[in-house]
T-cell receptor
Framework: NAGVMQNPRHLVRRRGQEARLRCSPMKGHSHVYWYRQLPEEGLKFMVYLQKENIIDESGMPKERFSAEFPKEGPSILRIQQVVRGDSAAYFC?????????????FGDGTRLSIL | GESVGLHLPTLSVQEGDNSIINCAYSNSASDYFIWYKQESGKGPQFIIDIRSNMDKRQGQRVTVLLNKTVKHLSLQIAATQPGDSAVYFCAEKNYGQNFVFGPGTRLSVLP
């Protein structure tokens, strides 16, 4: 499967725990974007990364949230000390070129539930 | 017909009819637009795109129309099928900026 791969598909955490969401972009893509989606709503941009660099994190909360895209391995979205309001679907997308006018291709998301 | 649900507007069409899903975008400087289809439990799937130097583009059973004067985008689906039932999102972009997604429209295909 050469598409964007996200895991886990479902993640359950208790309040105060940490959540780690992983995203492997499409083959050949070096640009990764993370979005958050609440039920019955659209996608909200969180962060845009290239390999080893955060390009734009304007949509990501300043506290508890972090993202990385190391030289080797998947991109990770990390949420520390999760709260009920973090429950959402988190989608990752990748693209071939730098923020150009080309489609972003999405994974099937991680559904995070906070107990 | 079209109705506004709790969050998502919903469009109900009979199988075999044509569907038209509308989107008002916000940034007059946006120069690239995409329609995505999202089925339950899945990520958005690319349908068709259009650049601002065009006002119409056709794909297989789908047509996108762009009216820059009134900042309006529409997606037309010909001969709507049950498999077309999903939520449809428009996304706009200005070169060098990030995509901005619309709130979505749920398409419900009636047998």
């Amino acid at each position: 499967n050469a598409g964007v791969m996200q895991n886990p598909r479902h993640l359950v955490r208790r309040r105060g725990q940490e959540a780690r969401l992983r995203c492997s972009p499409m083959k050949g893509h070096s640009h990764v974007y993370w979005y958050r989606q609440l039920p019955e709503e659209g996608l909200k941009f969180m962060v845009y990364l290239q390999k080893e660099n955060i390009i734009d994190e304007s949509g990501m909360p300043k506290e508890r949230f972090s993202a990385e895209f190391p030289k080797e391995g998947p991109s990770i979205l990390r949420i520390q000390q999760v709260v009920r309001g973090d429950s959402a679907a988190y989608f990752c997308a990748s693209s071939l070129a730098e923020n150009s006018n080309q489609p972003q291709h999405f994974g099937d998301g991680t559904r995070l539930s906070i107990l | 017909g079209e109705s506004v649900g709790l969050h998502l507007p919903t469009l109900s069409v009979q199988e075999g009819d044509n569907s038209i899903i509308n989107c008002a975008y916000s940034n007059s400087a946006s120069d690239y637009f995409i329609w995505y289809k999202q089925e339950s439990g899945k990520g958005p799937q690319f349908i068709i795109d259009i650049r601002s130097n065009m006002d119409k583009r056709q794909g297989q059973r789908v047509t996108v129309l762009l009216n820059k004067t009134v900042k309006h985008l529409s997606l037309q689906i010909a001969a709507t099928q049950p498999g077309d039932s999903a939520v449809y999102f428009c996304a706009e972009k200005n070169y060098g900026q990030n995509f901005v997604f619309g709130p979505g429209t749920r398409l419900s295909v009636l047998p």
